[in-house]
């Protein structure tokens, strides 16, 4: 599978300009933003939160956004790749907006595996902080990048599903996905 490295993760508060656009996928309409530094934003489609309007009202202080495929043509292809089964791992640079502690949980969420879940409480020992459960809960609902920081990995102590930004059906389906393609991690579902 292409694309094993790790991306760069970028913080800067100042982002001149934001290039953003909506694409069909295998799940729905999906939106993606980008800036210099690389992928900020991919909404999915049925999305609860705040949408990208107020994901730039809280996180992107820009000077302009402008429609443009082309800035976001290696994030459409491996998001693409990813939902049709072909890619287990991004190899995008990304340009996140967060706290230190979800840049954590993040780091701690891009790490887990393909085909593999893990437990809230798991992602909290492994930052470092056993007890901030739900701290690790409302930083994974706050993702800007689902798919790419698989957040969908993340599930209950006892393998239930809980909160997904593009419901809990649409975080099933990715994990039968995965699961098919490593059938011995299949056994949470």
């Known amino acids: ?21 909506h694409f069909d996928s295998a799940i729905g309409q999906l939106t993606l933003a980008s800036s210099e530094q690389g992928l900020a934003y991919l909404a ?5 939160g705040r949408g990208f309007a107020g994901w730039c009202r809280t996180h992107a ?3 302009e ?12 292809e491996q998001v693409s790749e990813f939902l049709a089964g072909d890619r287990e ?18 780091q701690a969420v891009k790490e887990i595996p393909y085909g593999e879940s893990v437990a809230y409480a798991e992602v909290a020992r492994r930052v470092g902080r056993a007890a901030a459960v739900r701290a690790v809960g409302a930083a994974n609902g706050a993702n800007p ?3 790419v920081i698989p957040c969908h990995r993340v599930v209950a102590s006892n393998g239930q599903l809980q909160g997904y930004a593009g419901g809990l059906e649409l975080k099933r389906r990715l994990l039968t996905m995965e699961s098919t393609s490593h059938p011995a991690q299949g056994a949470l579902l």
Request: hydrophobic share 40%; glycine share 4%.
């Open 1 to 21: 599978m292409p694309g094993n490295a790790d991306p760069v993760l970028v913080c800067d508060s100042r982002m001149p300009t934001l290039y953003a656009m």
């Open 44 to 48: 999915l489609p049925r999305a609860n």
């Open 61 to 63: 202080q820009y000077d």
């Open 65 to 76: 956004i402008k429609q443009d495929e082309g800035a976001n043509r290696l994030a459409v």
């Open 89 to 106: 791992d991004f190899d995008l640079r990304l340009d996140l907006r967060a706290t230190p502690f979800q840049l954590e949980v993040y």
């Open 145 to 147: 990048i689902p798919l």
